[in-house]
């Protein structure tokens, strides 16, 4: 039914890729990028497989360069992770993922890509309560999606700090489930609640039995575990089927939307209802 309407919607993608910015130069112009606050948010929806139905909008960071246009993160979240950028960035996207959920229509929720060296800094669990608090957001409505990488180090600290996040409410996913290289020892005692299927294993997952069969293990693996599971990266119908064959419960991707633009997702919300 959504398809009719696609569109409607804007591509909110970014335009240019910044790989011909040499590092330092990376480095100065994202350091007066954050000064200035040149970023913008966008949001891709995250979706019931069986139902299609908008559960939740991913937090996507995008850098508006002055003449390059829309930059990936993917271009610059590693140099923002080796100049500490990254904490200034990420603590700009967490207050407006937060903002920007309190004015969507319903209750879906707001899911925050973290960083190792984010999450670490410390003070960060009460920044993340504050945050909810002055913007009267139920913790309920933020999901951190966090990395194995984060869990590798048997850190005391880190798993205090997701306990005292999962007392508030708030949910914690491991995002690119599968990709970590990680032991999957931690999943017996971390506290956390959503694993994300990397794009890796979902891109192919019609086409290959392999694929097939790693998906279909993650999506048990979670049931037994108590886990709920996003399956990322679902670009065809095909891919959808057969997610829903193996019962994977939440899905994204471009078959659904690509990350939009801040301003069109009441009118995706609304969309949605009336048809
Ligand atoms: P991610 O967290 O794995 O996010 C999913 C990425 O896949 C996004 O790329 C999204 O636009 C893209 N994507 C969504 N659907 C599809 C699909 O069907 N096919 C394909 N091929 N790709 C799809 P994006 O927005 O360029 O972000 C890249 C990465 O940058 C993210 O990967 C995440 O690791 C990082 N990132 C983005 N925003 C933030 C942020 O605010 N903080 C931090 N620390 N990292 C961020
Ligand atoms: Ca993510
Ligand atoms: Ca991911
Ligand atoms: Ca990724």
């Known amino acids: ?7 409607r919607w804007r591509r909110y993608q970014p335009a240019v ?20 606050l040149d970023f913008t948010v966008a949001y ?3 979706v ?35 100049t500490g950028l990254i904490e200034p960035i990420g603590d700009w996207v967490l207050q407006q993922a937060i903002a920007a959920a309190t004015r969507w229509p319903g209750t879906p929720y707001v899911s925050v ?15 993340v309560r504050k945050e909810l608090l002055a913007a009267n957001l139920a ?13 590798l180090r048997d850190d005391e600290q880190v798993w205090l700090d997701l306990t005292g996040l999962r007392e508030l409410g708030v949910r914690i996913a491991i995002d690119d489930f599968g ?27 019609a086409s290959s039995a392999r694929q097939q069969a790693i998906v279909d293990g993650i999506v048990r693996l ?6 709920d599971v996003v399956a990322e990266g679902i670009e065809t119908a095909a891919d959808r089927d057969l997610l829903r064959d193996i019962r994977c419960p939440y899905g994204q991707g471009y078959l659904y939307s690509h990350p939009l633009d801040p301003d069109d997702i009441d009118g995706w919300l609304r969309f949605e209802r009336d048809t």
């Open 139 to 151: 913790p309920t409505r933020l999901v951190l999606e966090i990395t194995e990488r984060l869990l």
């Open 1 to 7: 039914a959504k398809g009719a309407g696609k569109g």
């Open 222 to 227: 979670a049931q037994t575990l108590s886990l």
């Open 44 to 46: 891709q929806p995250i």
């Open 17 to 36: 890729h910044a790989a011909v910015l040499q590092r330092i130069e990376l480095r100065a112009a994202l350091e007066q990028a954050v000064a200035d």
């Open 48 to 82: 019931g497989v069986e139902s299609d139905a908008t559960v939740g909008f991913e937090a996507l960071v995008r850098w508006r360069h002055p003449t390059l246009g829309l930059v990936s993160p993917d271009e610059f979240i590693d140099v923002a992770e080796e």
């Open 113 to 127: 890509n973290v960083s190792a060296r984010q999450f670490r800094a410390p003070g960060f669990v009460e920044n």
């Open 179 to 205: 990709t970590g290289f990680s032991s999957l020892s931690y999943l017996q005692q971390v506290p956390i609640d959503i694993l994300k299927i990397d794009k890796s294993f979902t891109a192919t997952v």
